[in-house]
């Protein structure tokens, strides 16, 4: 009958397809560098139905990956939303910790796939390692060829509101992250002086400070499309850029993903775990003078290391000032 699900518990099948689930319960940019490893496993499980555990506003990003499907996870402080003996290959790609390898242990998956722990097998946790790499490795010593330069997206399915913009997206998680507003104001007035069509995006909680950028920098306030943009929409003025300026956000992972050039202003996290792949992406930080704190109030000595000739010298590199 249609719309009824079939569960057969003892071989792991809904639907008449087995289930994979992954782990990875965590923010924008988190998922979109963990892009090749959940290709890799969409290649190796073709007739898996697919899973990927993190919080619900993910959802329309998860679809730019293509063949998942999101199981709303609020992080690592409530049980995942399946039943013991229903997932039949469990992958943690969220960490390595007692915590994540938890929620895993609790699916009792027939196969399991993580780093290694006191009770399980697996690649030892490389601390030094780009992310994409890590979770790239921990797949290849689990058999899944992977390429960590995979990282491209679908085309979401909405347009750009403003194709050819250059975007400066002003917001991020943490003060740790937030380039001083006049600095961003200083760079976006430059570019419009020579030709850019500057919009300024943001999250809806960092419209006030886009306003205020967009302010400083003497434009419109229609420039502002912080607040107003429905993540499948915020992809698609990415993916449309002429240019991308942002702190180490999803923003600048997105910008990978869809070949955007970007100039990209690292502070806490060093570009060496987090960094963009090779293409058109330049990488501005001061690394000794990194604290490290990610989730300080305060802006990282590192990207206060950044100024604002810096930046106009980087969009000069990538040809586009």
């Given at each position: 009958m249609s719309g009824v699900r079939h569960l057969e518990r003892g071989s792991d099948v809904?639907?008449?397809?087995?289930?994979?689930?992954?782990?990875?319960?965590l923010k924008l940019g988190d998922l979109l560098v963990a892009v090749p490893a959940l290709k890799a496993l969409r290649r190796a499980f073709p007739e898996h139905r697919l899973r990927y555990a993190a919080q619900g506003w993910l959802s329309e990003a998860l679809g730019l990956v293509g063949g998942y499907e999101l199981l709303p996870t609020h992080g690592l402080d409530e049980p995942l939303a399946m039943e013991a003996g229903v997932v039949d290959v469990a992958v943690n790609l969220h960490g390595s910790g007692p915590e994540s390898q938890g929620r895993i242990d609790a699916l009792k998956a027939r196969r399991t796939i993580g780093h290694r722990g006191p009770d399980r097998d697996g690649p030892p946790w490389r601390a030094e390692l780009h992310e994409r790499e890590r979770w790239v490795r921990l797949l290849e010593w689990h058999?899944?060829?992977?390429?960590?330069?995979?990282?491209?997206?679908?085309?979401?399915?909405?347009?750009?509101?403003?194709?050819?913009?250059?975007?400066?997206?002003?917001?991020?998680a943490y003060g740790s992250r937030l380039w001083p507003a006049d600095r961003f104001a200083a760079v976006a007035a430059n570019l419009v002086e020579a030709g850019h069509n500057v919009v300024f995006t943001g999250g809806s909680g960092e419209k006030d400070r886009a306003v205020d950028v967009c302010r400083r920098a003497g434009l419109?306030?229609?420039a502002v499309l912080a607040g107003g943009l429905s993540l499948g929409e915020f992809a698609a003025t990415i993916a449309a850029a002429r240019l991308v300026i942002s702190a180490d956000t999803g923003a600048a992972h997105l910008a990978s993903a869809y070949g955007t050039p970007s100039v990209v202003l690292f502070g806490p996290a060093p570009p060496e775990l987090w960094g963009p792949p090779p293409g058109?992406?330049?990488?501005?930080?001061?690394?000794?003078?990194?604290?490290?704190?990610?989730?300080?109030?305060?802006?990282?000595?590192?990207?206060?290391?950044?100024?604002?000739?810096?930046?106009?010298?980087?969009?000069?590199?990538?040809g586009l000032f």
């Open positions: 809904i639907d008449g397809k087995p289930e994979l689930l992954v782990l990875r319960a058999g899944i060829d992977a390429d960590p330069l995979d990282v491209g997206l679908h085309l979401p399915h909405v347009p750009s509101p403003v194709p050819g913009a250059t975007v400066l997206h002003v917001g991020a419109p306030p229609g058109p992406h330049i990488v501005l930080t001061k690394a000794d003078l990194r604290r490290g704190d990610t989730f300080s109030a305060e802006p990282d000595p590192a990207l206060l290391a950044v100024k604002v000739p810096d930046v106009l010298a980087a969009v000069r590199q990538l």
